[in-house]
């Protein structure tokens, strides 16, 4: 918890601690333990009164860094910027949905995706009655659309689609765009030259419908092909071809994973055609956590079931990879404040305990500490980004429970 009397982060204390850093507690200065740098950015001058119910990397390369963020209640799309000494700053011109997109509030776990080729983000969000409204841009948001189907948004992905399908464009060269899974469909994102009827294809197993939860991609050739992880458990890849529009398409292979995922879970890229799934009930505290073969939709090892996870995203410092869990209501001093772990992944799957565990050193009841994580590049390398209620963690420097950094300090002149 943050108080008025807490010890400011002072130059001093930063070089003390620096010059001692096997002993030293960043709860000294802060409230955060474990040794960590860590910058904290409390609610800028934005109107929503829930700040930080999904945040993702903004844009890439150069100095610093850029973290998208979305605000509930009155639903804000606004920019962190940090400069390359760790400072925060609200970039200028904070969307407000409402007036400017007609969204007057956001599911408890809004979608916001990032391009794996580009500095774009999107965000795949229920805009009102039997609307979808998906937001995607570079710096701000510069395009969107409204598509209107009979359900609400589910999942969504960044793919590698095939030339466009609509005779007025066949032929075309396509960039990666969002898939947005919708009820029993799949619809393809068209922003330039839209298509009359917006293009959509019924995923199915065996003709039955498979209850979309969760969507993600792996390379087929030129293309991507599209995996879908369904209310039953089973984890299904689908052709590219679902991007421009069907009738009912069978999957190429599918698998039961043995786990029923709700809204709001994922399918993440590892790298080397590999994802990792995030899963979790609705209705409980169950939670699942895998690695798979993104081809053969075979499991590599075994899961991490700990309860209350709630969000993942995948941090890469050099050639290993590790997936950071959010548990918003974890319970730490007999509080549901909520911890974040780090999972090291390999070629046997995740390690079955965590590299390190974060959480506020002064917790308090429904901090959501981990509600929404990511990998924020800056000054060229990423680092881990952590939200929380009305409030955003970045650190900067990171040390593992076996006493070895992660990553050193990455703030200039520091």
Known sequence: MRTETRIPVTLAAI?????SVGGCKWSEFDDLQDETWVGAT???????????????????????????????GQPTYS???????????????????????????????PIMIADPTSDAVAVAINAGGSSIAVLTGT???????VFVTPSTVEAATYMQPPPRADA???????????????????????YANVPRTQPKCKLTQAMAVIGIRALGAVASGAVDDVL???????????????????????????????????????ILALGGGLVVLQGHHDS???????VYDGAALTPVGGPVSLPKLRAAAILTRGATSYVIAGYPTAVVD???????????????????????????????????FGRAVTAMPFNGADVLAVAADNEIFVYFQLKLADGTMLYDETRQGR
């Open 228 to 266: 879908a992880w369904g209310t039953t458990g089973k984890l299904y890849r689908y052709p590219s071809s679902v991007f421009n529009g069907c009738d009912t398409v069978e999957p190429v292979v599918w698998v039961d994973t043995g786990f029923s995922p709700g809204h709001g879970s994922q």
């Open 15 to 19: 070089a003390l601690c620096a010059s």
């Open 42 to 72: 409390e609610k800028p001058g934005v109107s929503s009164s829930d700040y930080g119910v999904a945040i993702q990397r903004g844009a890439r390369g150069g100095e610093g860094g850029t973290l998208v963020v979305l605000g509930a």
């Open 284 to 290: 409980d505290d169950t939670s699942f956590l895998q």
């Open 168 to 190: 007025e464009h066949l032929g075309e060269a396509q960039p990666v765009q969002p898939l947005i899974g919708s009820g029993d469909f799949v619809l393809g994102t068209f």
């Open 79 to 109: 920019r962190l910027v940090y400069n390359a000494q760790g400072d925060s700053s609200l970039a200028s011109g904070s969307l407000e949905l409402n007036s400017q997109y007609g969204i007057g509030t956001l599911d408890a776990q």
């Open 334 to 368: 007999g509080k549901p404040a909520g911890q974040v772990m780090l999972f090291k992944t390999s070629a046997s799957g995740l390690a079955a305990q965590p590299a390190m565990t974060l959480n506020d050193a002064q917790p308090d009841s429904n901090q959501s």
């Open 139 to 145: 710096g701000q948001v510069d395009l969107h659309q």
